[in-house]
């Protein structure tokens, strides 16, 4: 069965330092790839999707992804961030029966 | 605008009294889901719907129904609800399960 492992539930990172939030994937089938992010007491929007072509994906707010086949993994990553990216992250793989399964997500938290 | 409502944004309701959290979205997209999450478990897909009257059970479907009869709609209906459904659901669309996802702002359920 497929499955999104999300390897840590809570990362804090000081301001202006880089960060990576890891995601793994299993399926033995071509997947699409998606980060989402919910601020506080939000719902969820697209951070950035990877579908074909290019492995390094660019998304919003600075951030970008790198689809690893062998390793099948997304992890995310954003050379700088700011107290603004607090929130949760959630990685998301759509596999070939339109199923979307999502990790557990992945608290960011931001130290002055 | 383009956006996704979900109604009602709270709801407290007894074990058995049977409700429907209604969804609409006005981007004519084809692909529409239901989602629960809960701290520590992310998002879970309890159904997905591909087109008007074609629906799939997600990972999470025990307990719930759901309809789609028109483009637009995607009820979620709880037959007879209990304590175990108590959680905060998230409705969302996009043109296919490929595409990017646009949630509603959540309902919060809680089952007596």
């Known amino acids: 069965a497929q499955s999104v492992t999300q390897l840590d539930s809570q990362v804090p990172v000081f301001e202006e330092a880089p960060v990576e939030l890891r995601c793994n994937y299993s399926s033995s089938v071509s997947v699409y790839l998606f980060w989402y992010v919910q601020y506080p007491n939000q719902g969820l929007q697209l951070l950035l999707k990877?579908?074909?072509?290019?492995?390094l994906v660019k998304g919003i707010n600075g951030f970008e992804a790198e689809f690893n086949k062998s390793q099948t993994s997304f992890h995310l990553r954003k050379p700088s961030v700011h107290i603004s990216d607090t929130a949760e992250y959630f990685c998301?793989?759509?596999?070939?029966?339109?199923?979307?399964?999502f990790g557990k997500g992945t608290r960011l938290h931001i130290l002055p | 605008e383009a956006q996704v409502t979900q109604n009602p944004r709270y709801l407290i309701t007894v074990t058995g009294k049977k409700l429907t959290v209604t969804c609409s979205q006005n981007?004519?997209?084809?692909?529409m889901s239901w989602y629960r999450q809960d701290p520590g478990l992310g998002l879970r897909q309890i159904y997905y719907?591909?087109?008007?009257?074609?629906?799939d059970k997600g990972d999470v479907p025990e307990g719930y129904k759901v309809s789609r009869k028109e483009k637009r709609n995607f009820p979620l209906i709880l037959e007879s609800p209990s304590p175990n459904q108590t959680s905060l659901y998230f409705c969302a669309s996009s043109l296919n399960s490929g595409g990017t996802q646009y949630f509603g702002p959540g309902t919060r359920l809680t089952v007596l």
């Open positions: 990877y579908l074909s072509g290019s492995t």
């Open positions: 719907s591909m087109n008007v009257e074609v629906t």
């Open positions: 998301a793989v759509s596999v070939g029966d339109d199923k979307i399964i």
């Open positions: 981007m004519n997209h084809e692909y």
